[in-house]
């Protein structure tokens, strides 16, 4: 069998065994679940998300998180440059000041939680001595950083351990100095239990036997959004208890780079530890997962999907918020059979159409809690819209579009789609692109591209070109100042 028999063979088994996973994926449940007792942990970009998430969300993470190989909030300050300079490599030029101030001017104008939320928070830090991803400097700072808003009692900070960059555990993954895939090293520490045990307090002894498999759960992340680099399905781990009425207590664990379940099946959902921790001490762990369209399947701290990354407002931020709101609404008592569905939006229209925005609206549905608009089928909304008009950003000139708009009840569940209403910007199309083929190497030693873990990225599209070296040749289209993307000039 040659090469591309074998590409379109196992092509073809991935597209099979996504089709079987959308289809057992169903809604996240409603729980009953005590919303006083919500944590996050992650680790690497899972851990600068987990703080992104305790400090922007802190009325919801008030618990607490621990942060395995992260940084303070908002430490690339939306450069890749910076995320990939000082806030792993050279933690020196961290300017923590800087990042407690936007901190306070944030929180002062309403983007994120008040900073008070974290005066009640147990942060629990974990850094391996020869980690050579995120520099352990640069966990020094994420701790400097939190002594600005939680008491030193509250913190503790553990790096000691001469593991590399990875989540430890105490019985599973490589050895505790190797840096490589699944990054999970066995380094006889318990990693998972140290944190929820910080967080939490004294905890029932773990489940060290074979966990039930009807506890682990996928769920569909496509009811909270569709792309900004998200999966459209995630996990969690919902002990028997949890799932007839008695009160439980939730804890989001954030996977780091290149450890999606696409990356590394379901290694990080079921052996990083939490969930033998889960199964005697009544806890939910929610697994929210990255898409391999994501900026090496990373969860964005830098930037690459939105300016709004660290904000509330922020797609992915807002998206586990929304899992997180949906899980922890359930009570000791039968949810209501679910309403009808609504009817579709009538009189869709676009109007004041710019040449990179164009405005959707739409009558008012009757029971309707919110909408959400969609543009050729994409959802393009990060949070409800509760007005009766949006305004999509982001478009080219010159260029037509098609919108619809979807109503929703109180509990987020979406009615028929509405009649599609197309539009077209204003503008003219931008002047002939400009190509250039060149190796990855060239291509960012020009800079058209930039390296990051050893593959390559189109400057400003951020698209995947495969790995960094002199031996790759791709082609990147000019289609603006800085912006390069992967294709062909006609």
Known sequence: MNRFSVRVCVTAVALALASVAANAAVNLPQLNIDK????????????????????????????GAGIVAGG????????ITNATG???ASPTGIP????????????????????????????????????STVKPGVMDALKTYYN?????????????IAAEHAMITDDFGSACSTKASPYINDCNFDLAGAMLGHIYGTLNPRNSGTLPEGNFVEFNQSQFITNHGMAPTGWAYIPQACTTGTQCRLHVVLHGCQQNVTLVQQKYVRNTGYNRWADTNNMVMLYP???????????????????????????????IKAMVDQVSSGSTTPPPPPPAALPAPTNVVTSNATASAMTIGWNAVTGAASYNVYRNNNKTNALPVTALNFTDTG??????YSWT????????????????????????PPPAATCYTASNYSHTMAGRAIALYGFTYANGSNQSMGLWNIYTTTTLKKTATNYYVIGTCP
């Open 405 to 428: 708009v979807k109503a929703a009840d109180a509990n987020g569940a979406e009615g028929t789609a509405s009649a599609a209403a197309s539009g077209t910007t204003t503008g003219t």
């Open 86 to 88: 000082r806030c792993m």
């Open 148 to 160: 600005s808003f939680v008491p030193t009692a509250n913190v503790i900070y553990k790096k000691d």
């Open 96 to 131: 923590t000041s800087t990042l407690v101030n936007t901190t306070n001017s944030w929180a002062s104008a309403g983007s994120i939680d008040p900073v008070a939320n974290l005066q009640s928070s147990k942060v629990y830090l974990f850094s391996g001595s020869i980690d």
């Open 36 to 63: 006083t007792q919500t944590s996050v942990s992650g680790l690497s970009s899972g851990g600068f998300m987990a703080v992104q998430l305790h400090v922007g969300h802190s009325a919801t993470f008030k618990k």
């Open 395 to 400: 478009l080219a000139a010159a260029t037509t």
């Open 289 to 319: 997962q990255t898409s391999t369209a994501a900026t090496n399947s990373c969860w964005d701290w830098w930037g690459y999907d939105s300016a709004n990354y660290a904000k509330k407002s922020g797609p992915q931020m807002a998206a």
């Open 72 to 79: 303070p909030f908002y430490c690339a300050e939306g450069s």
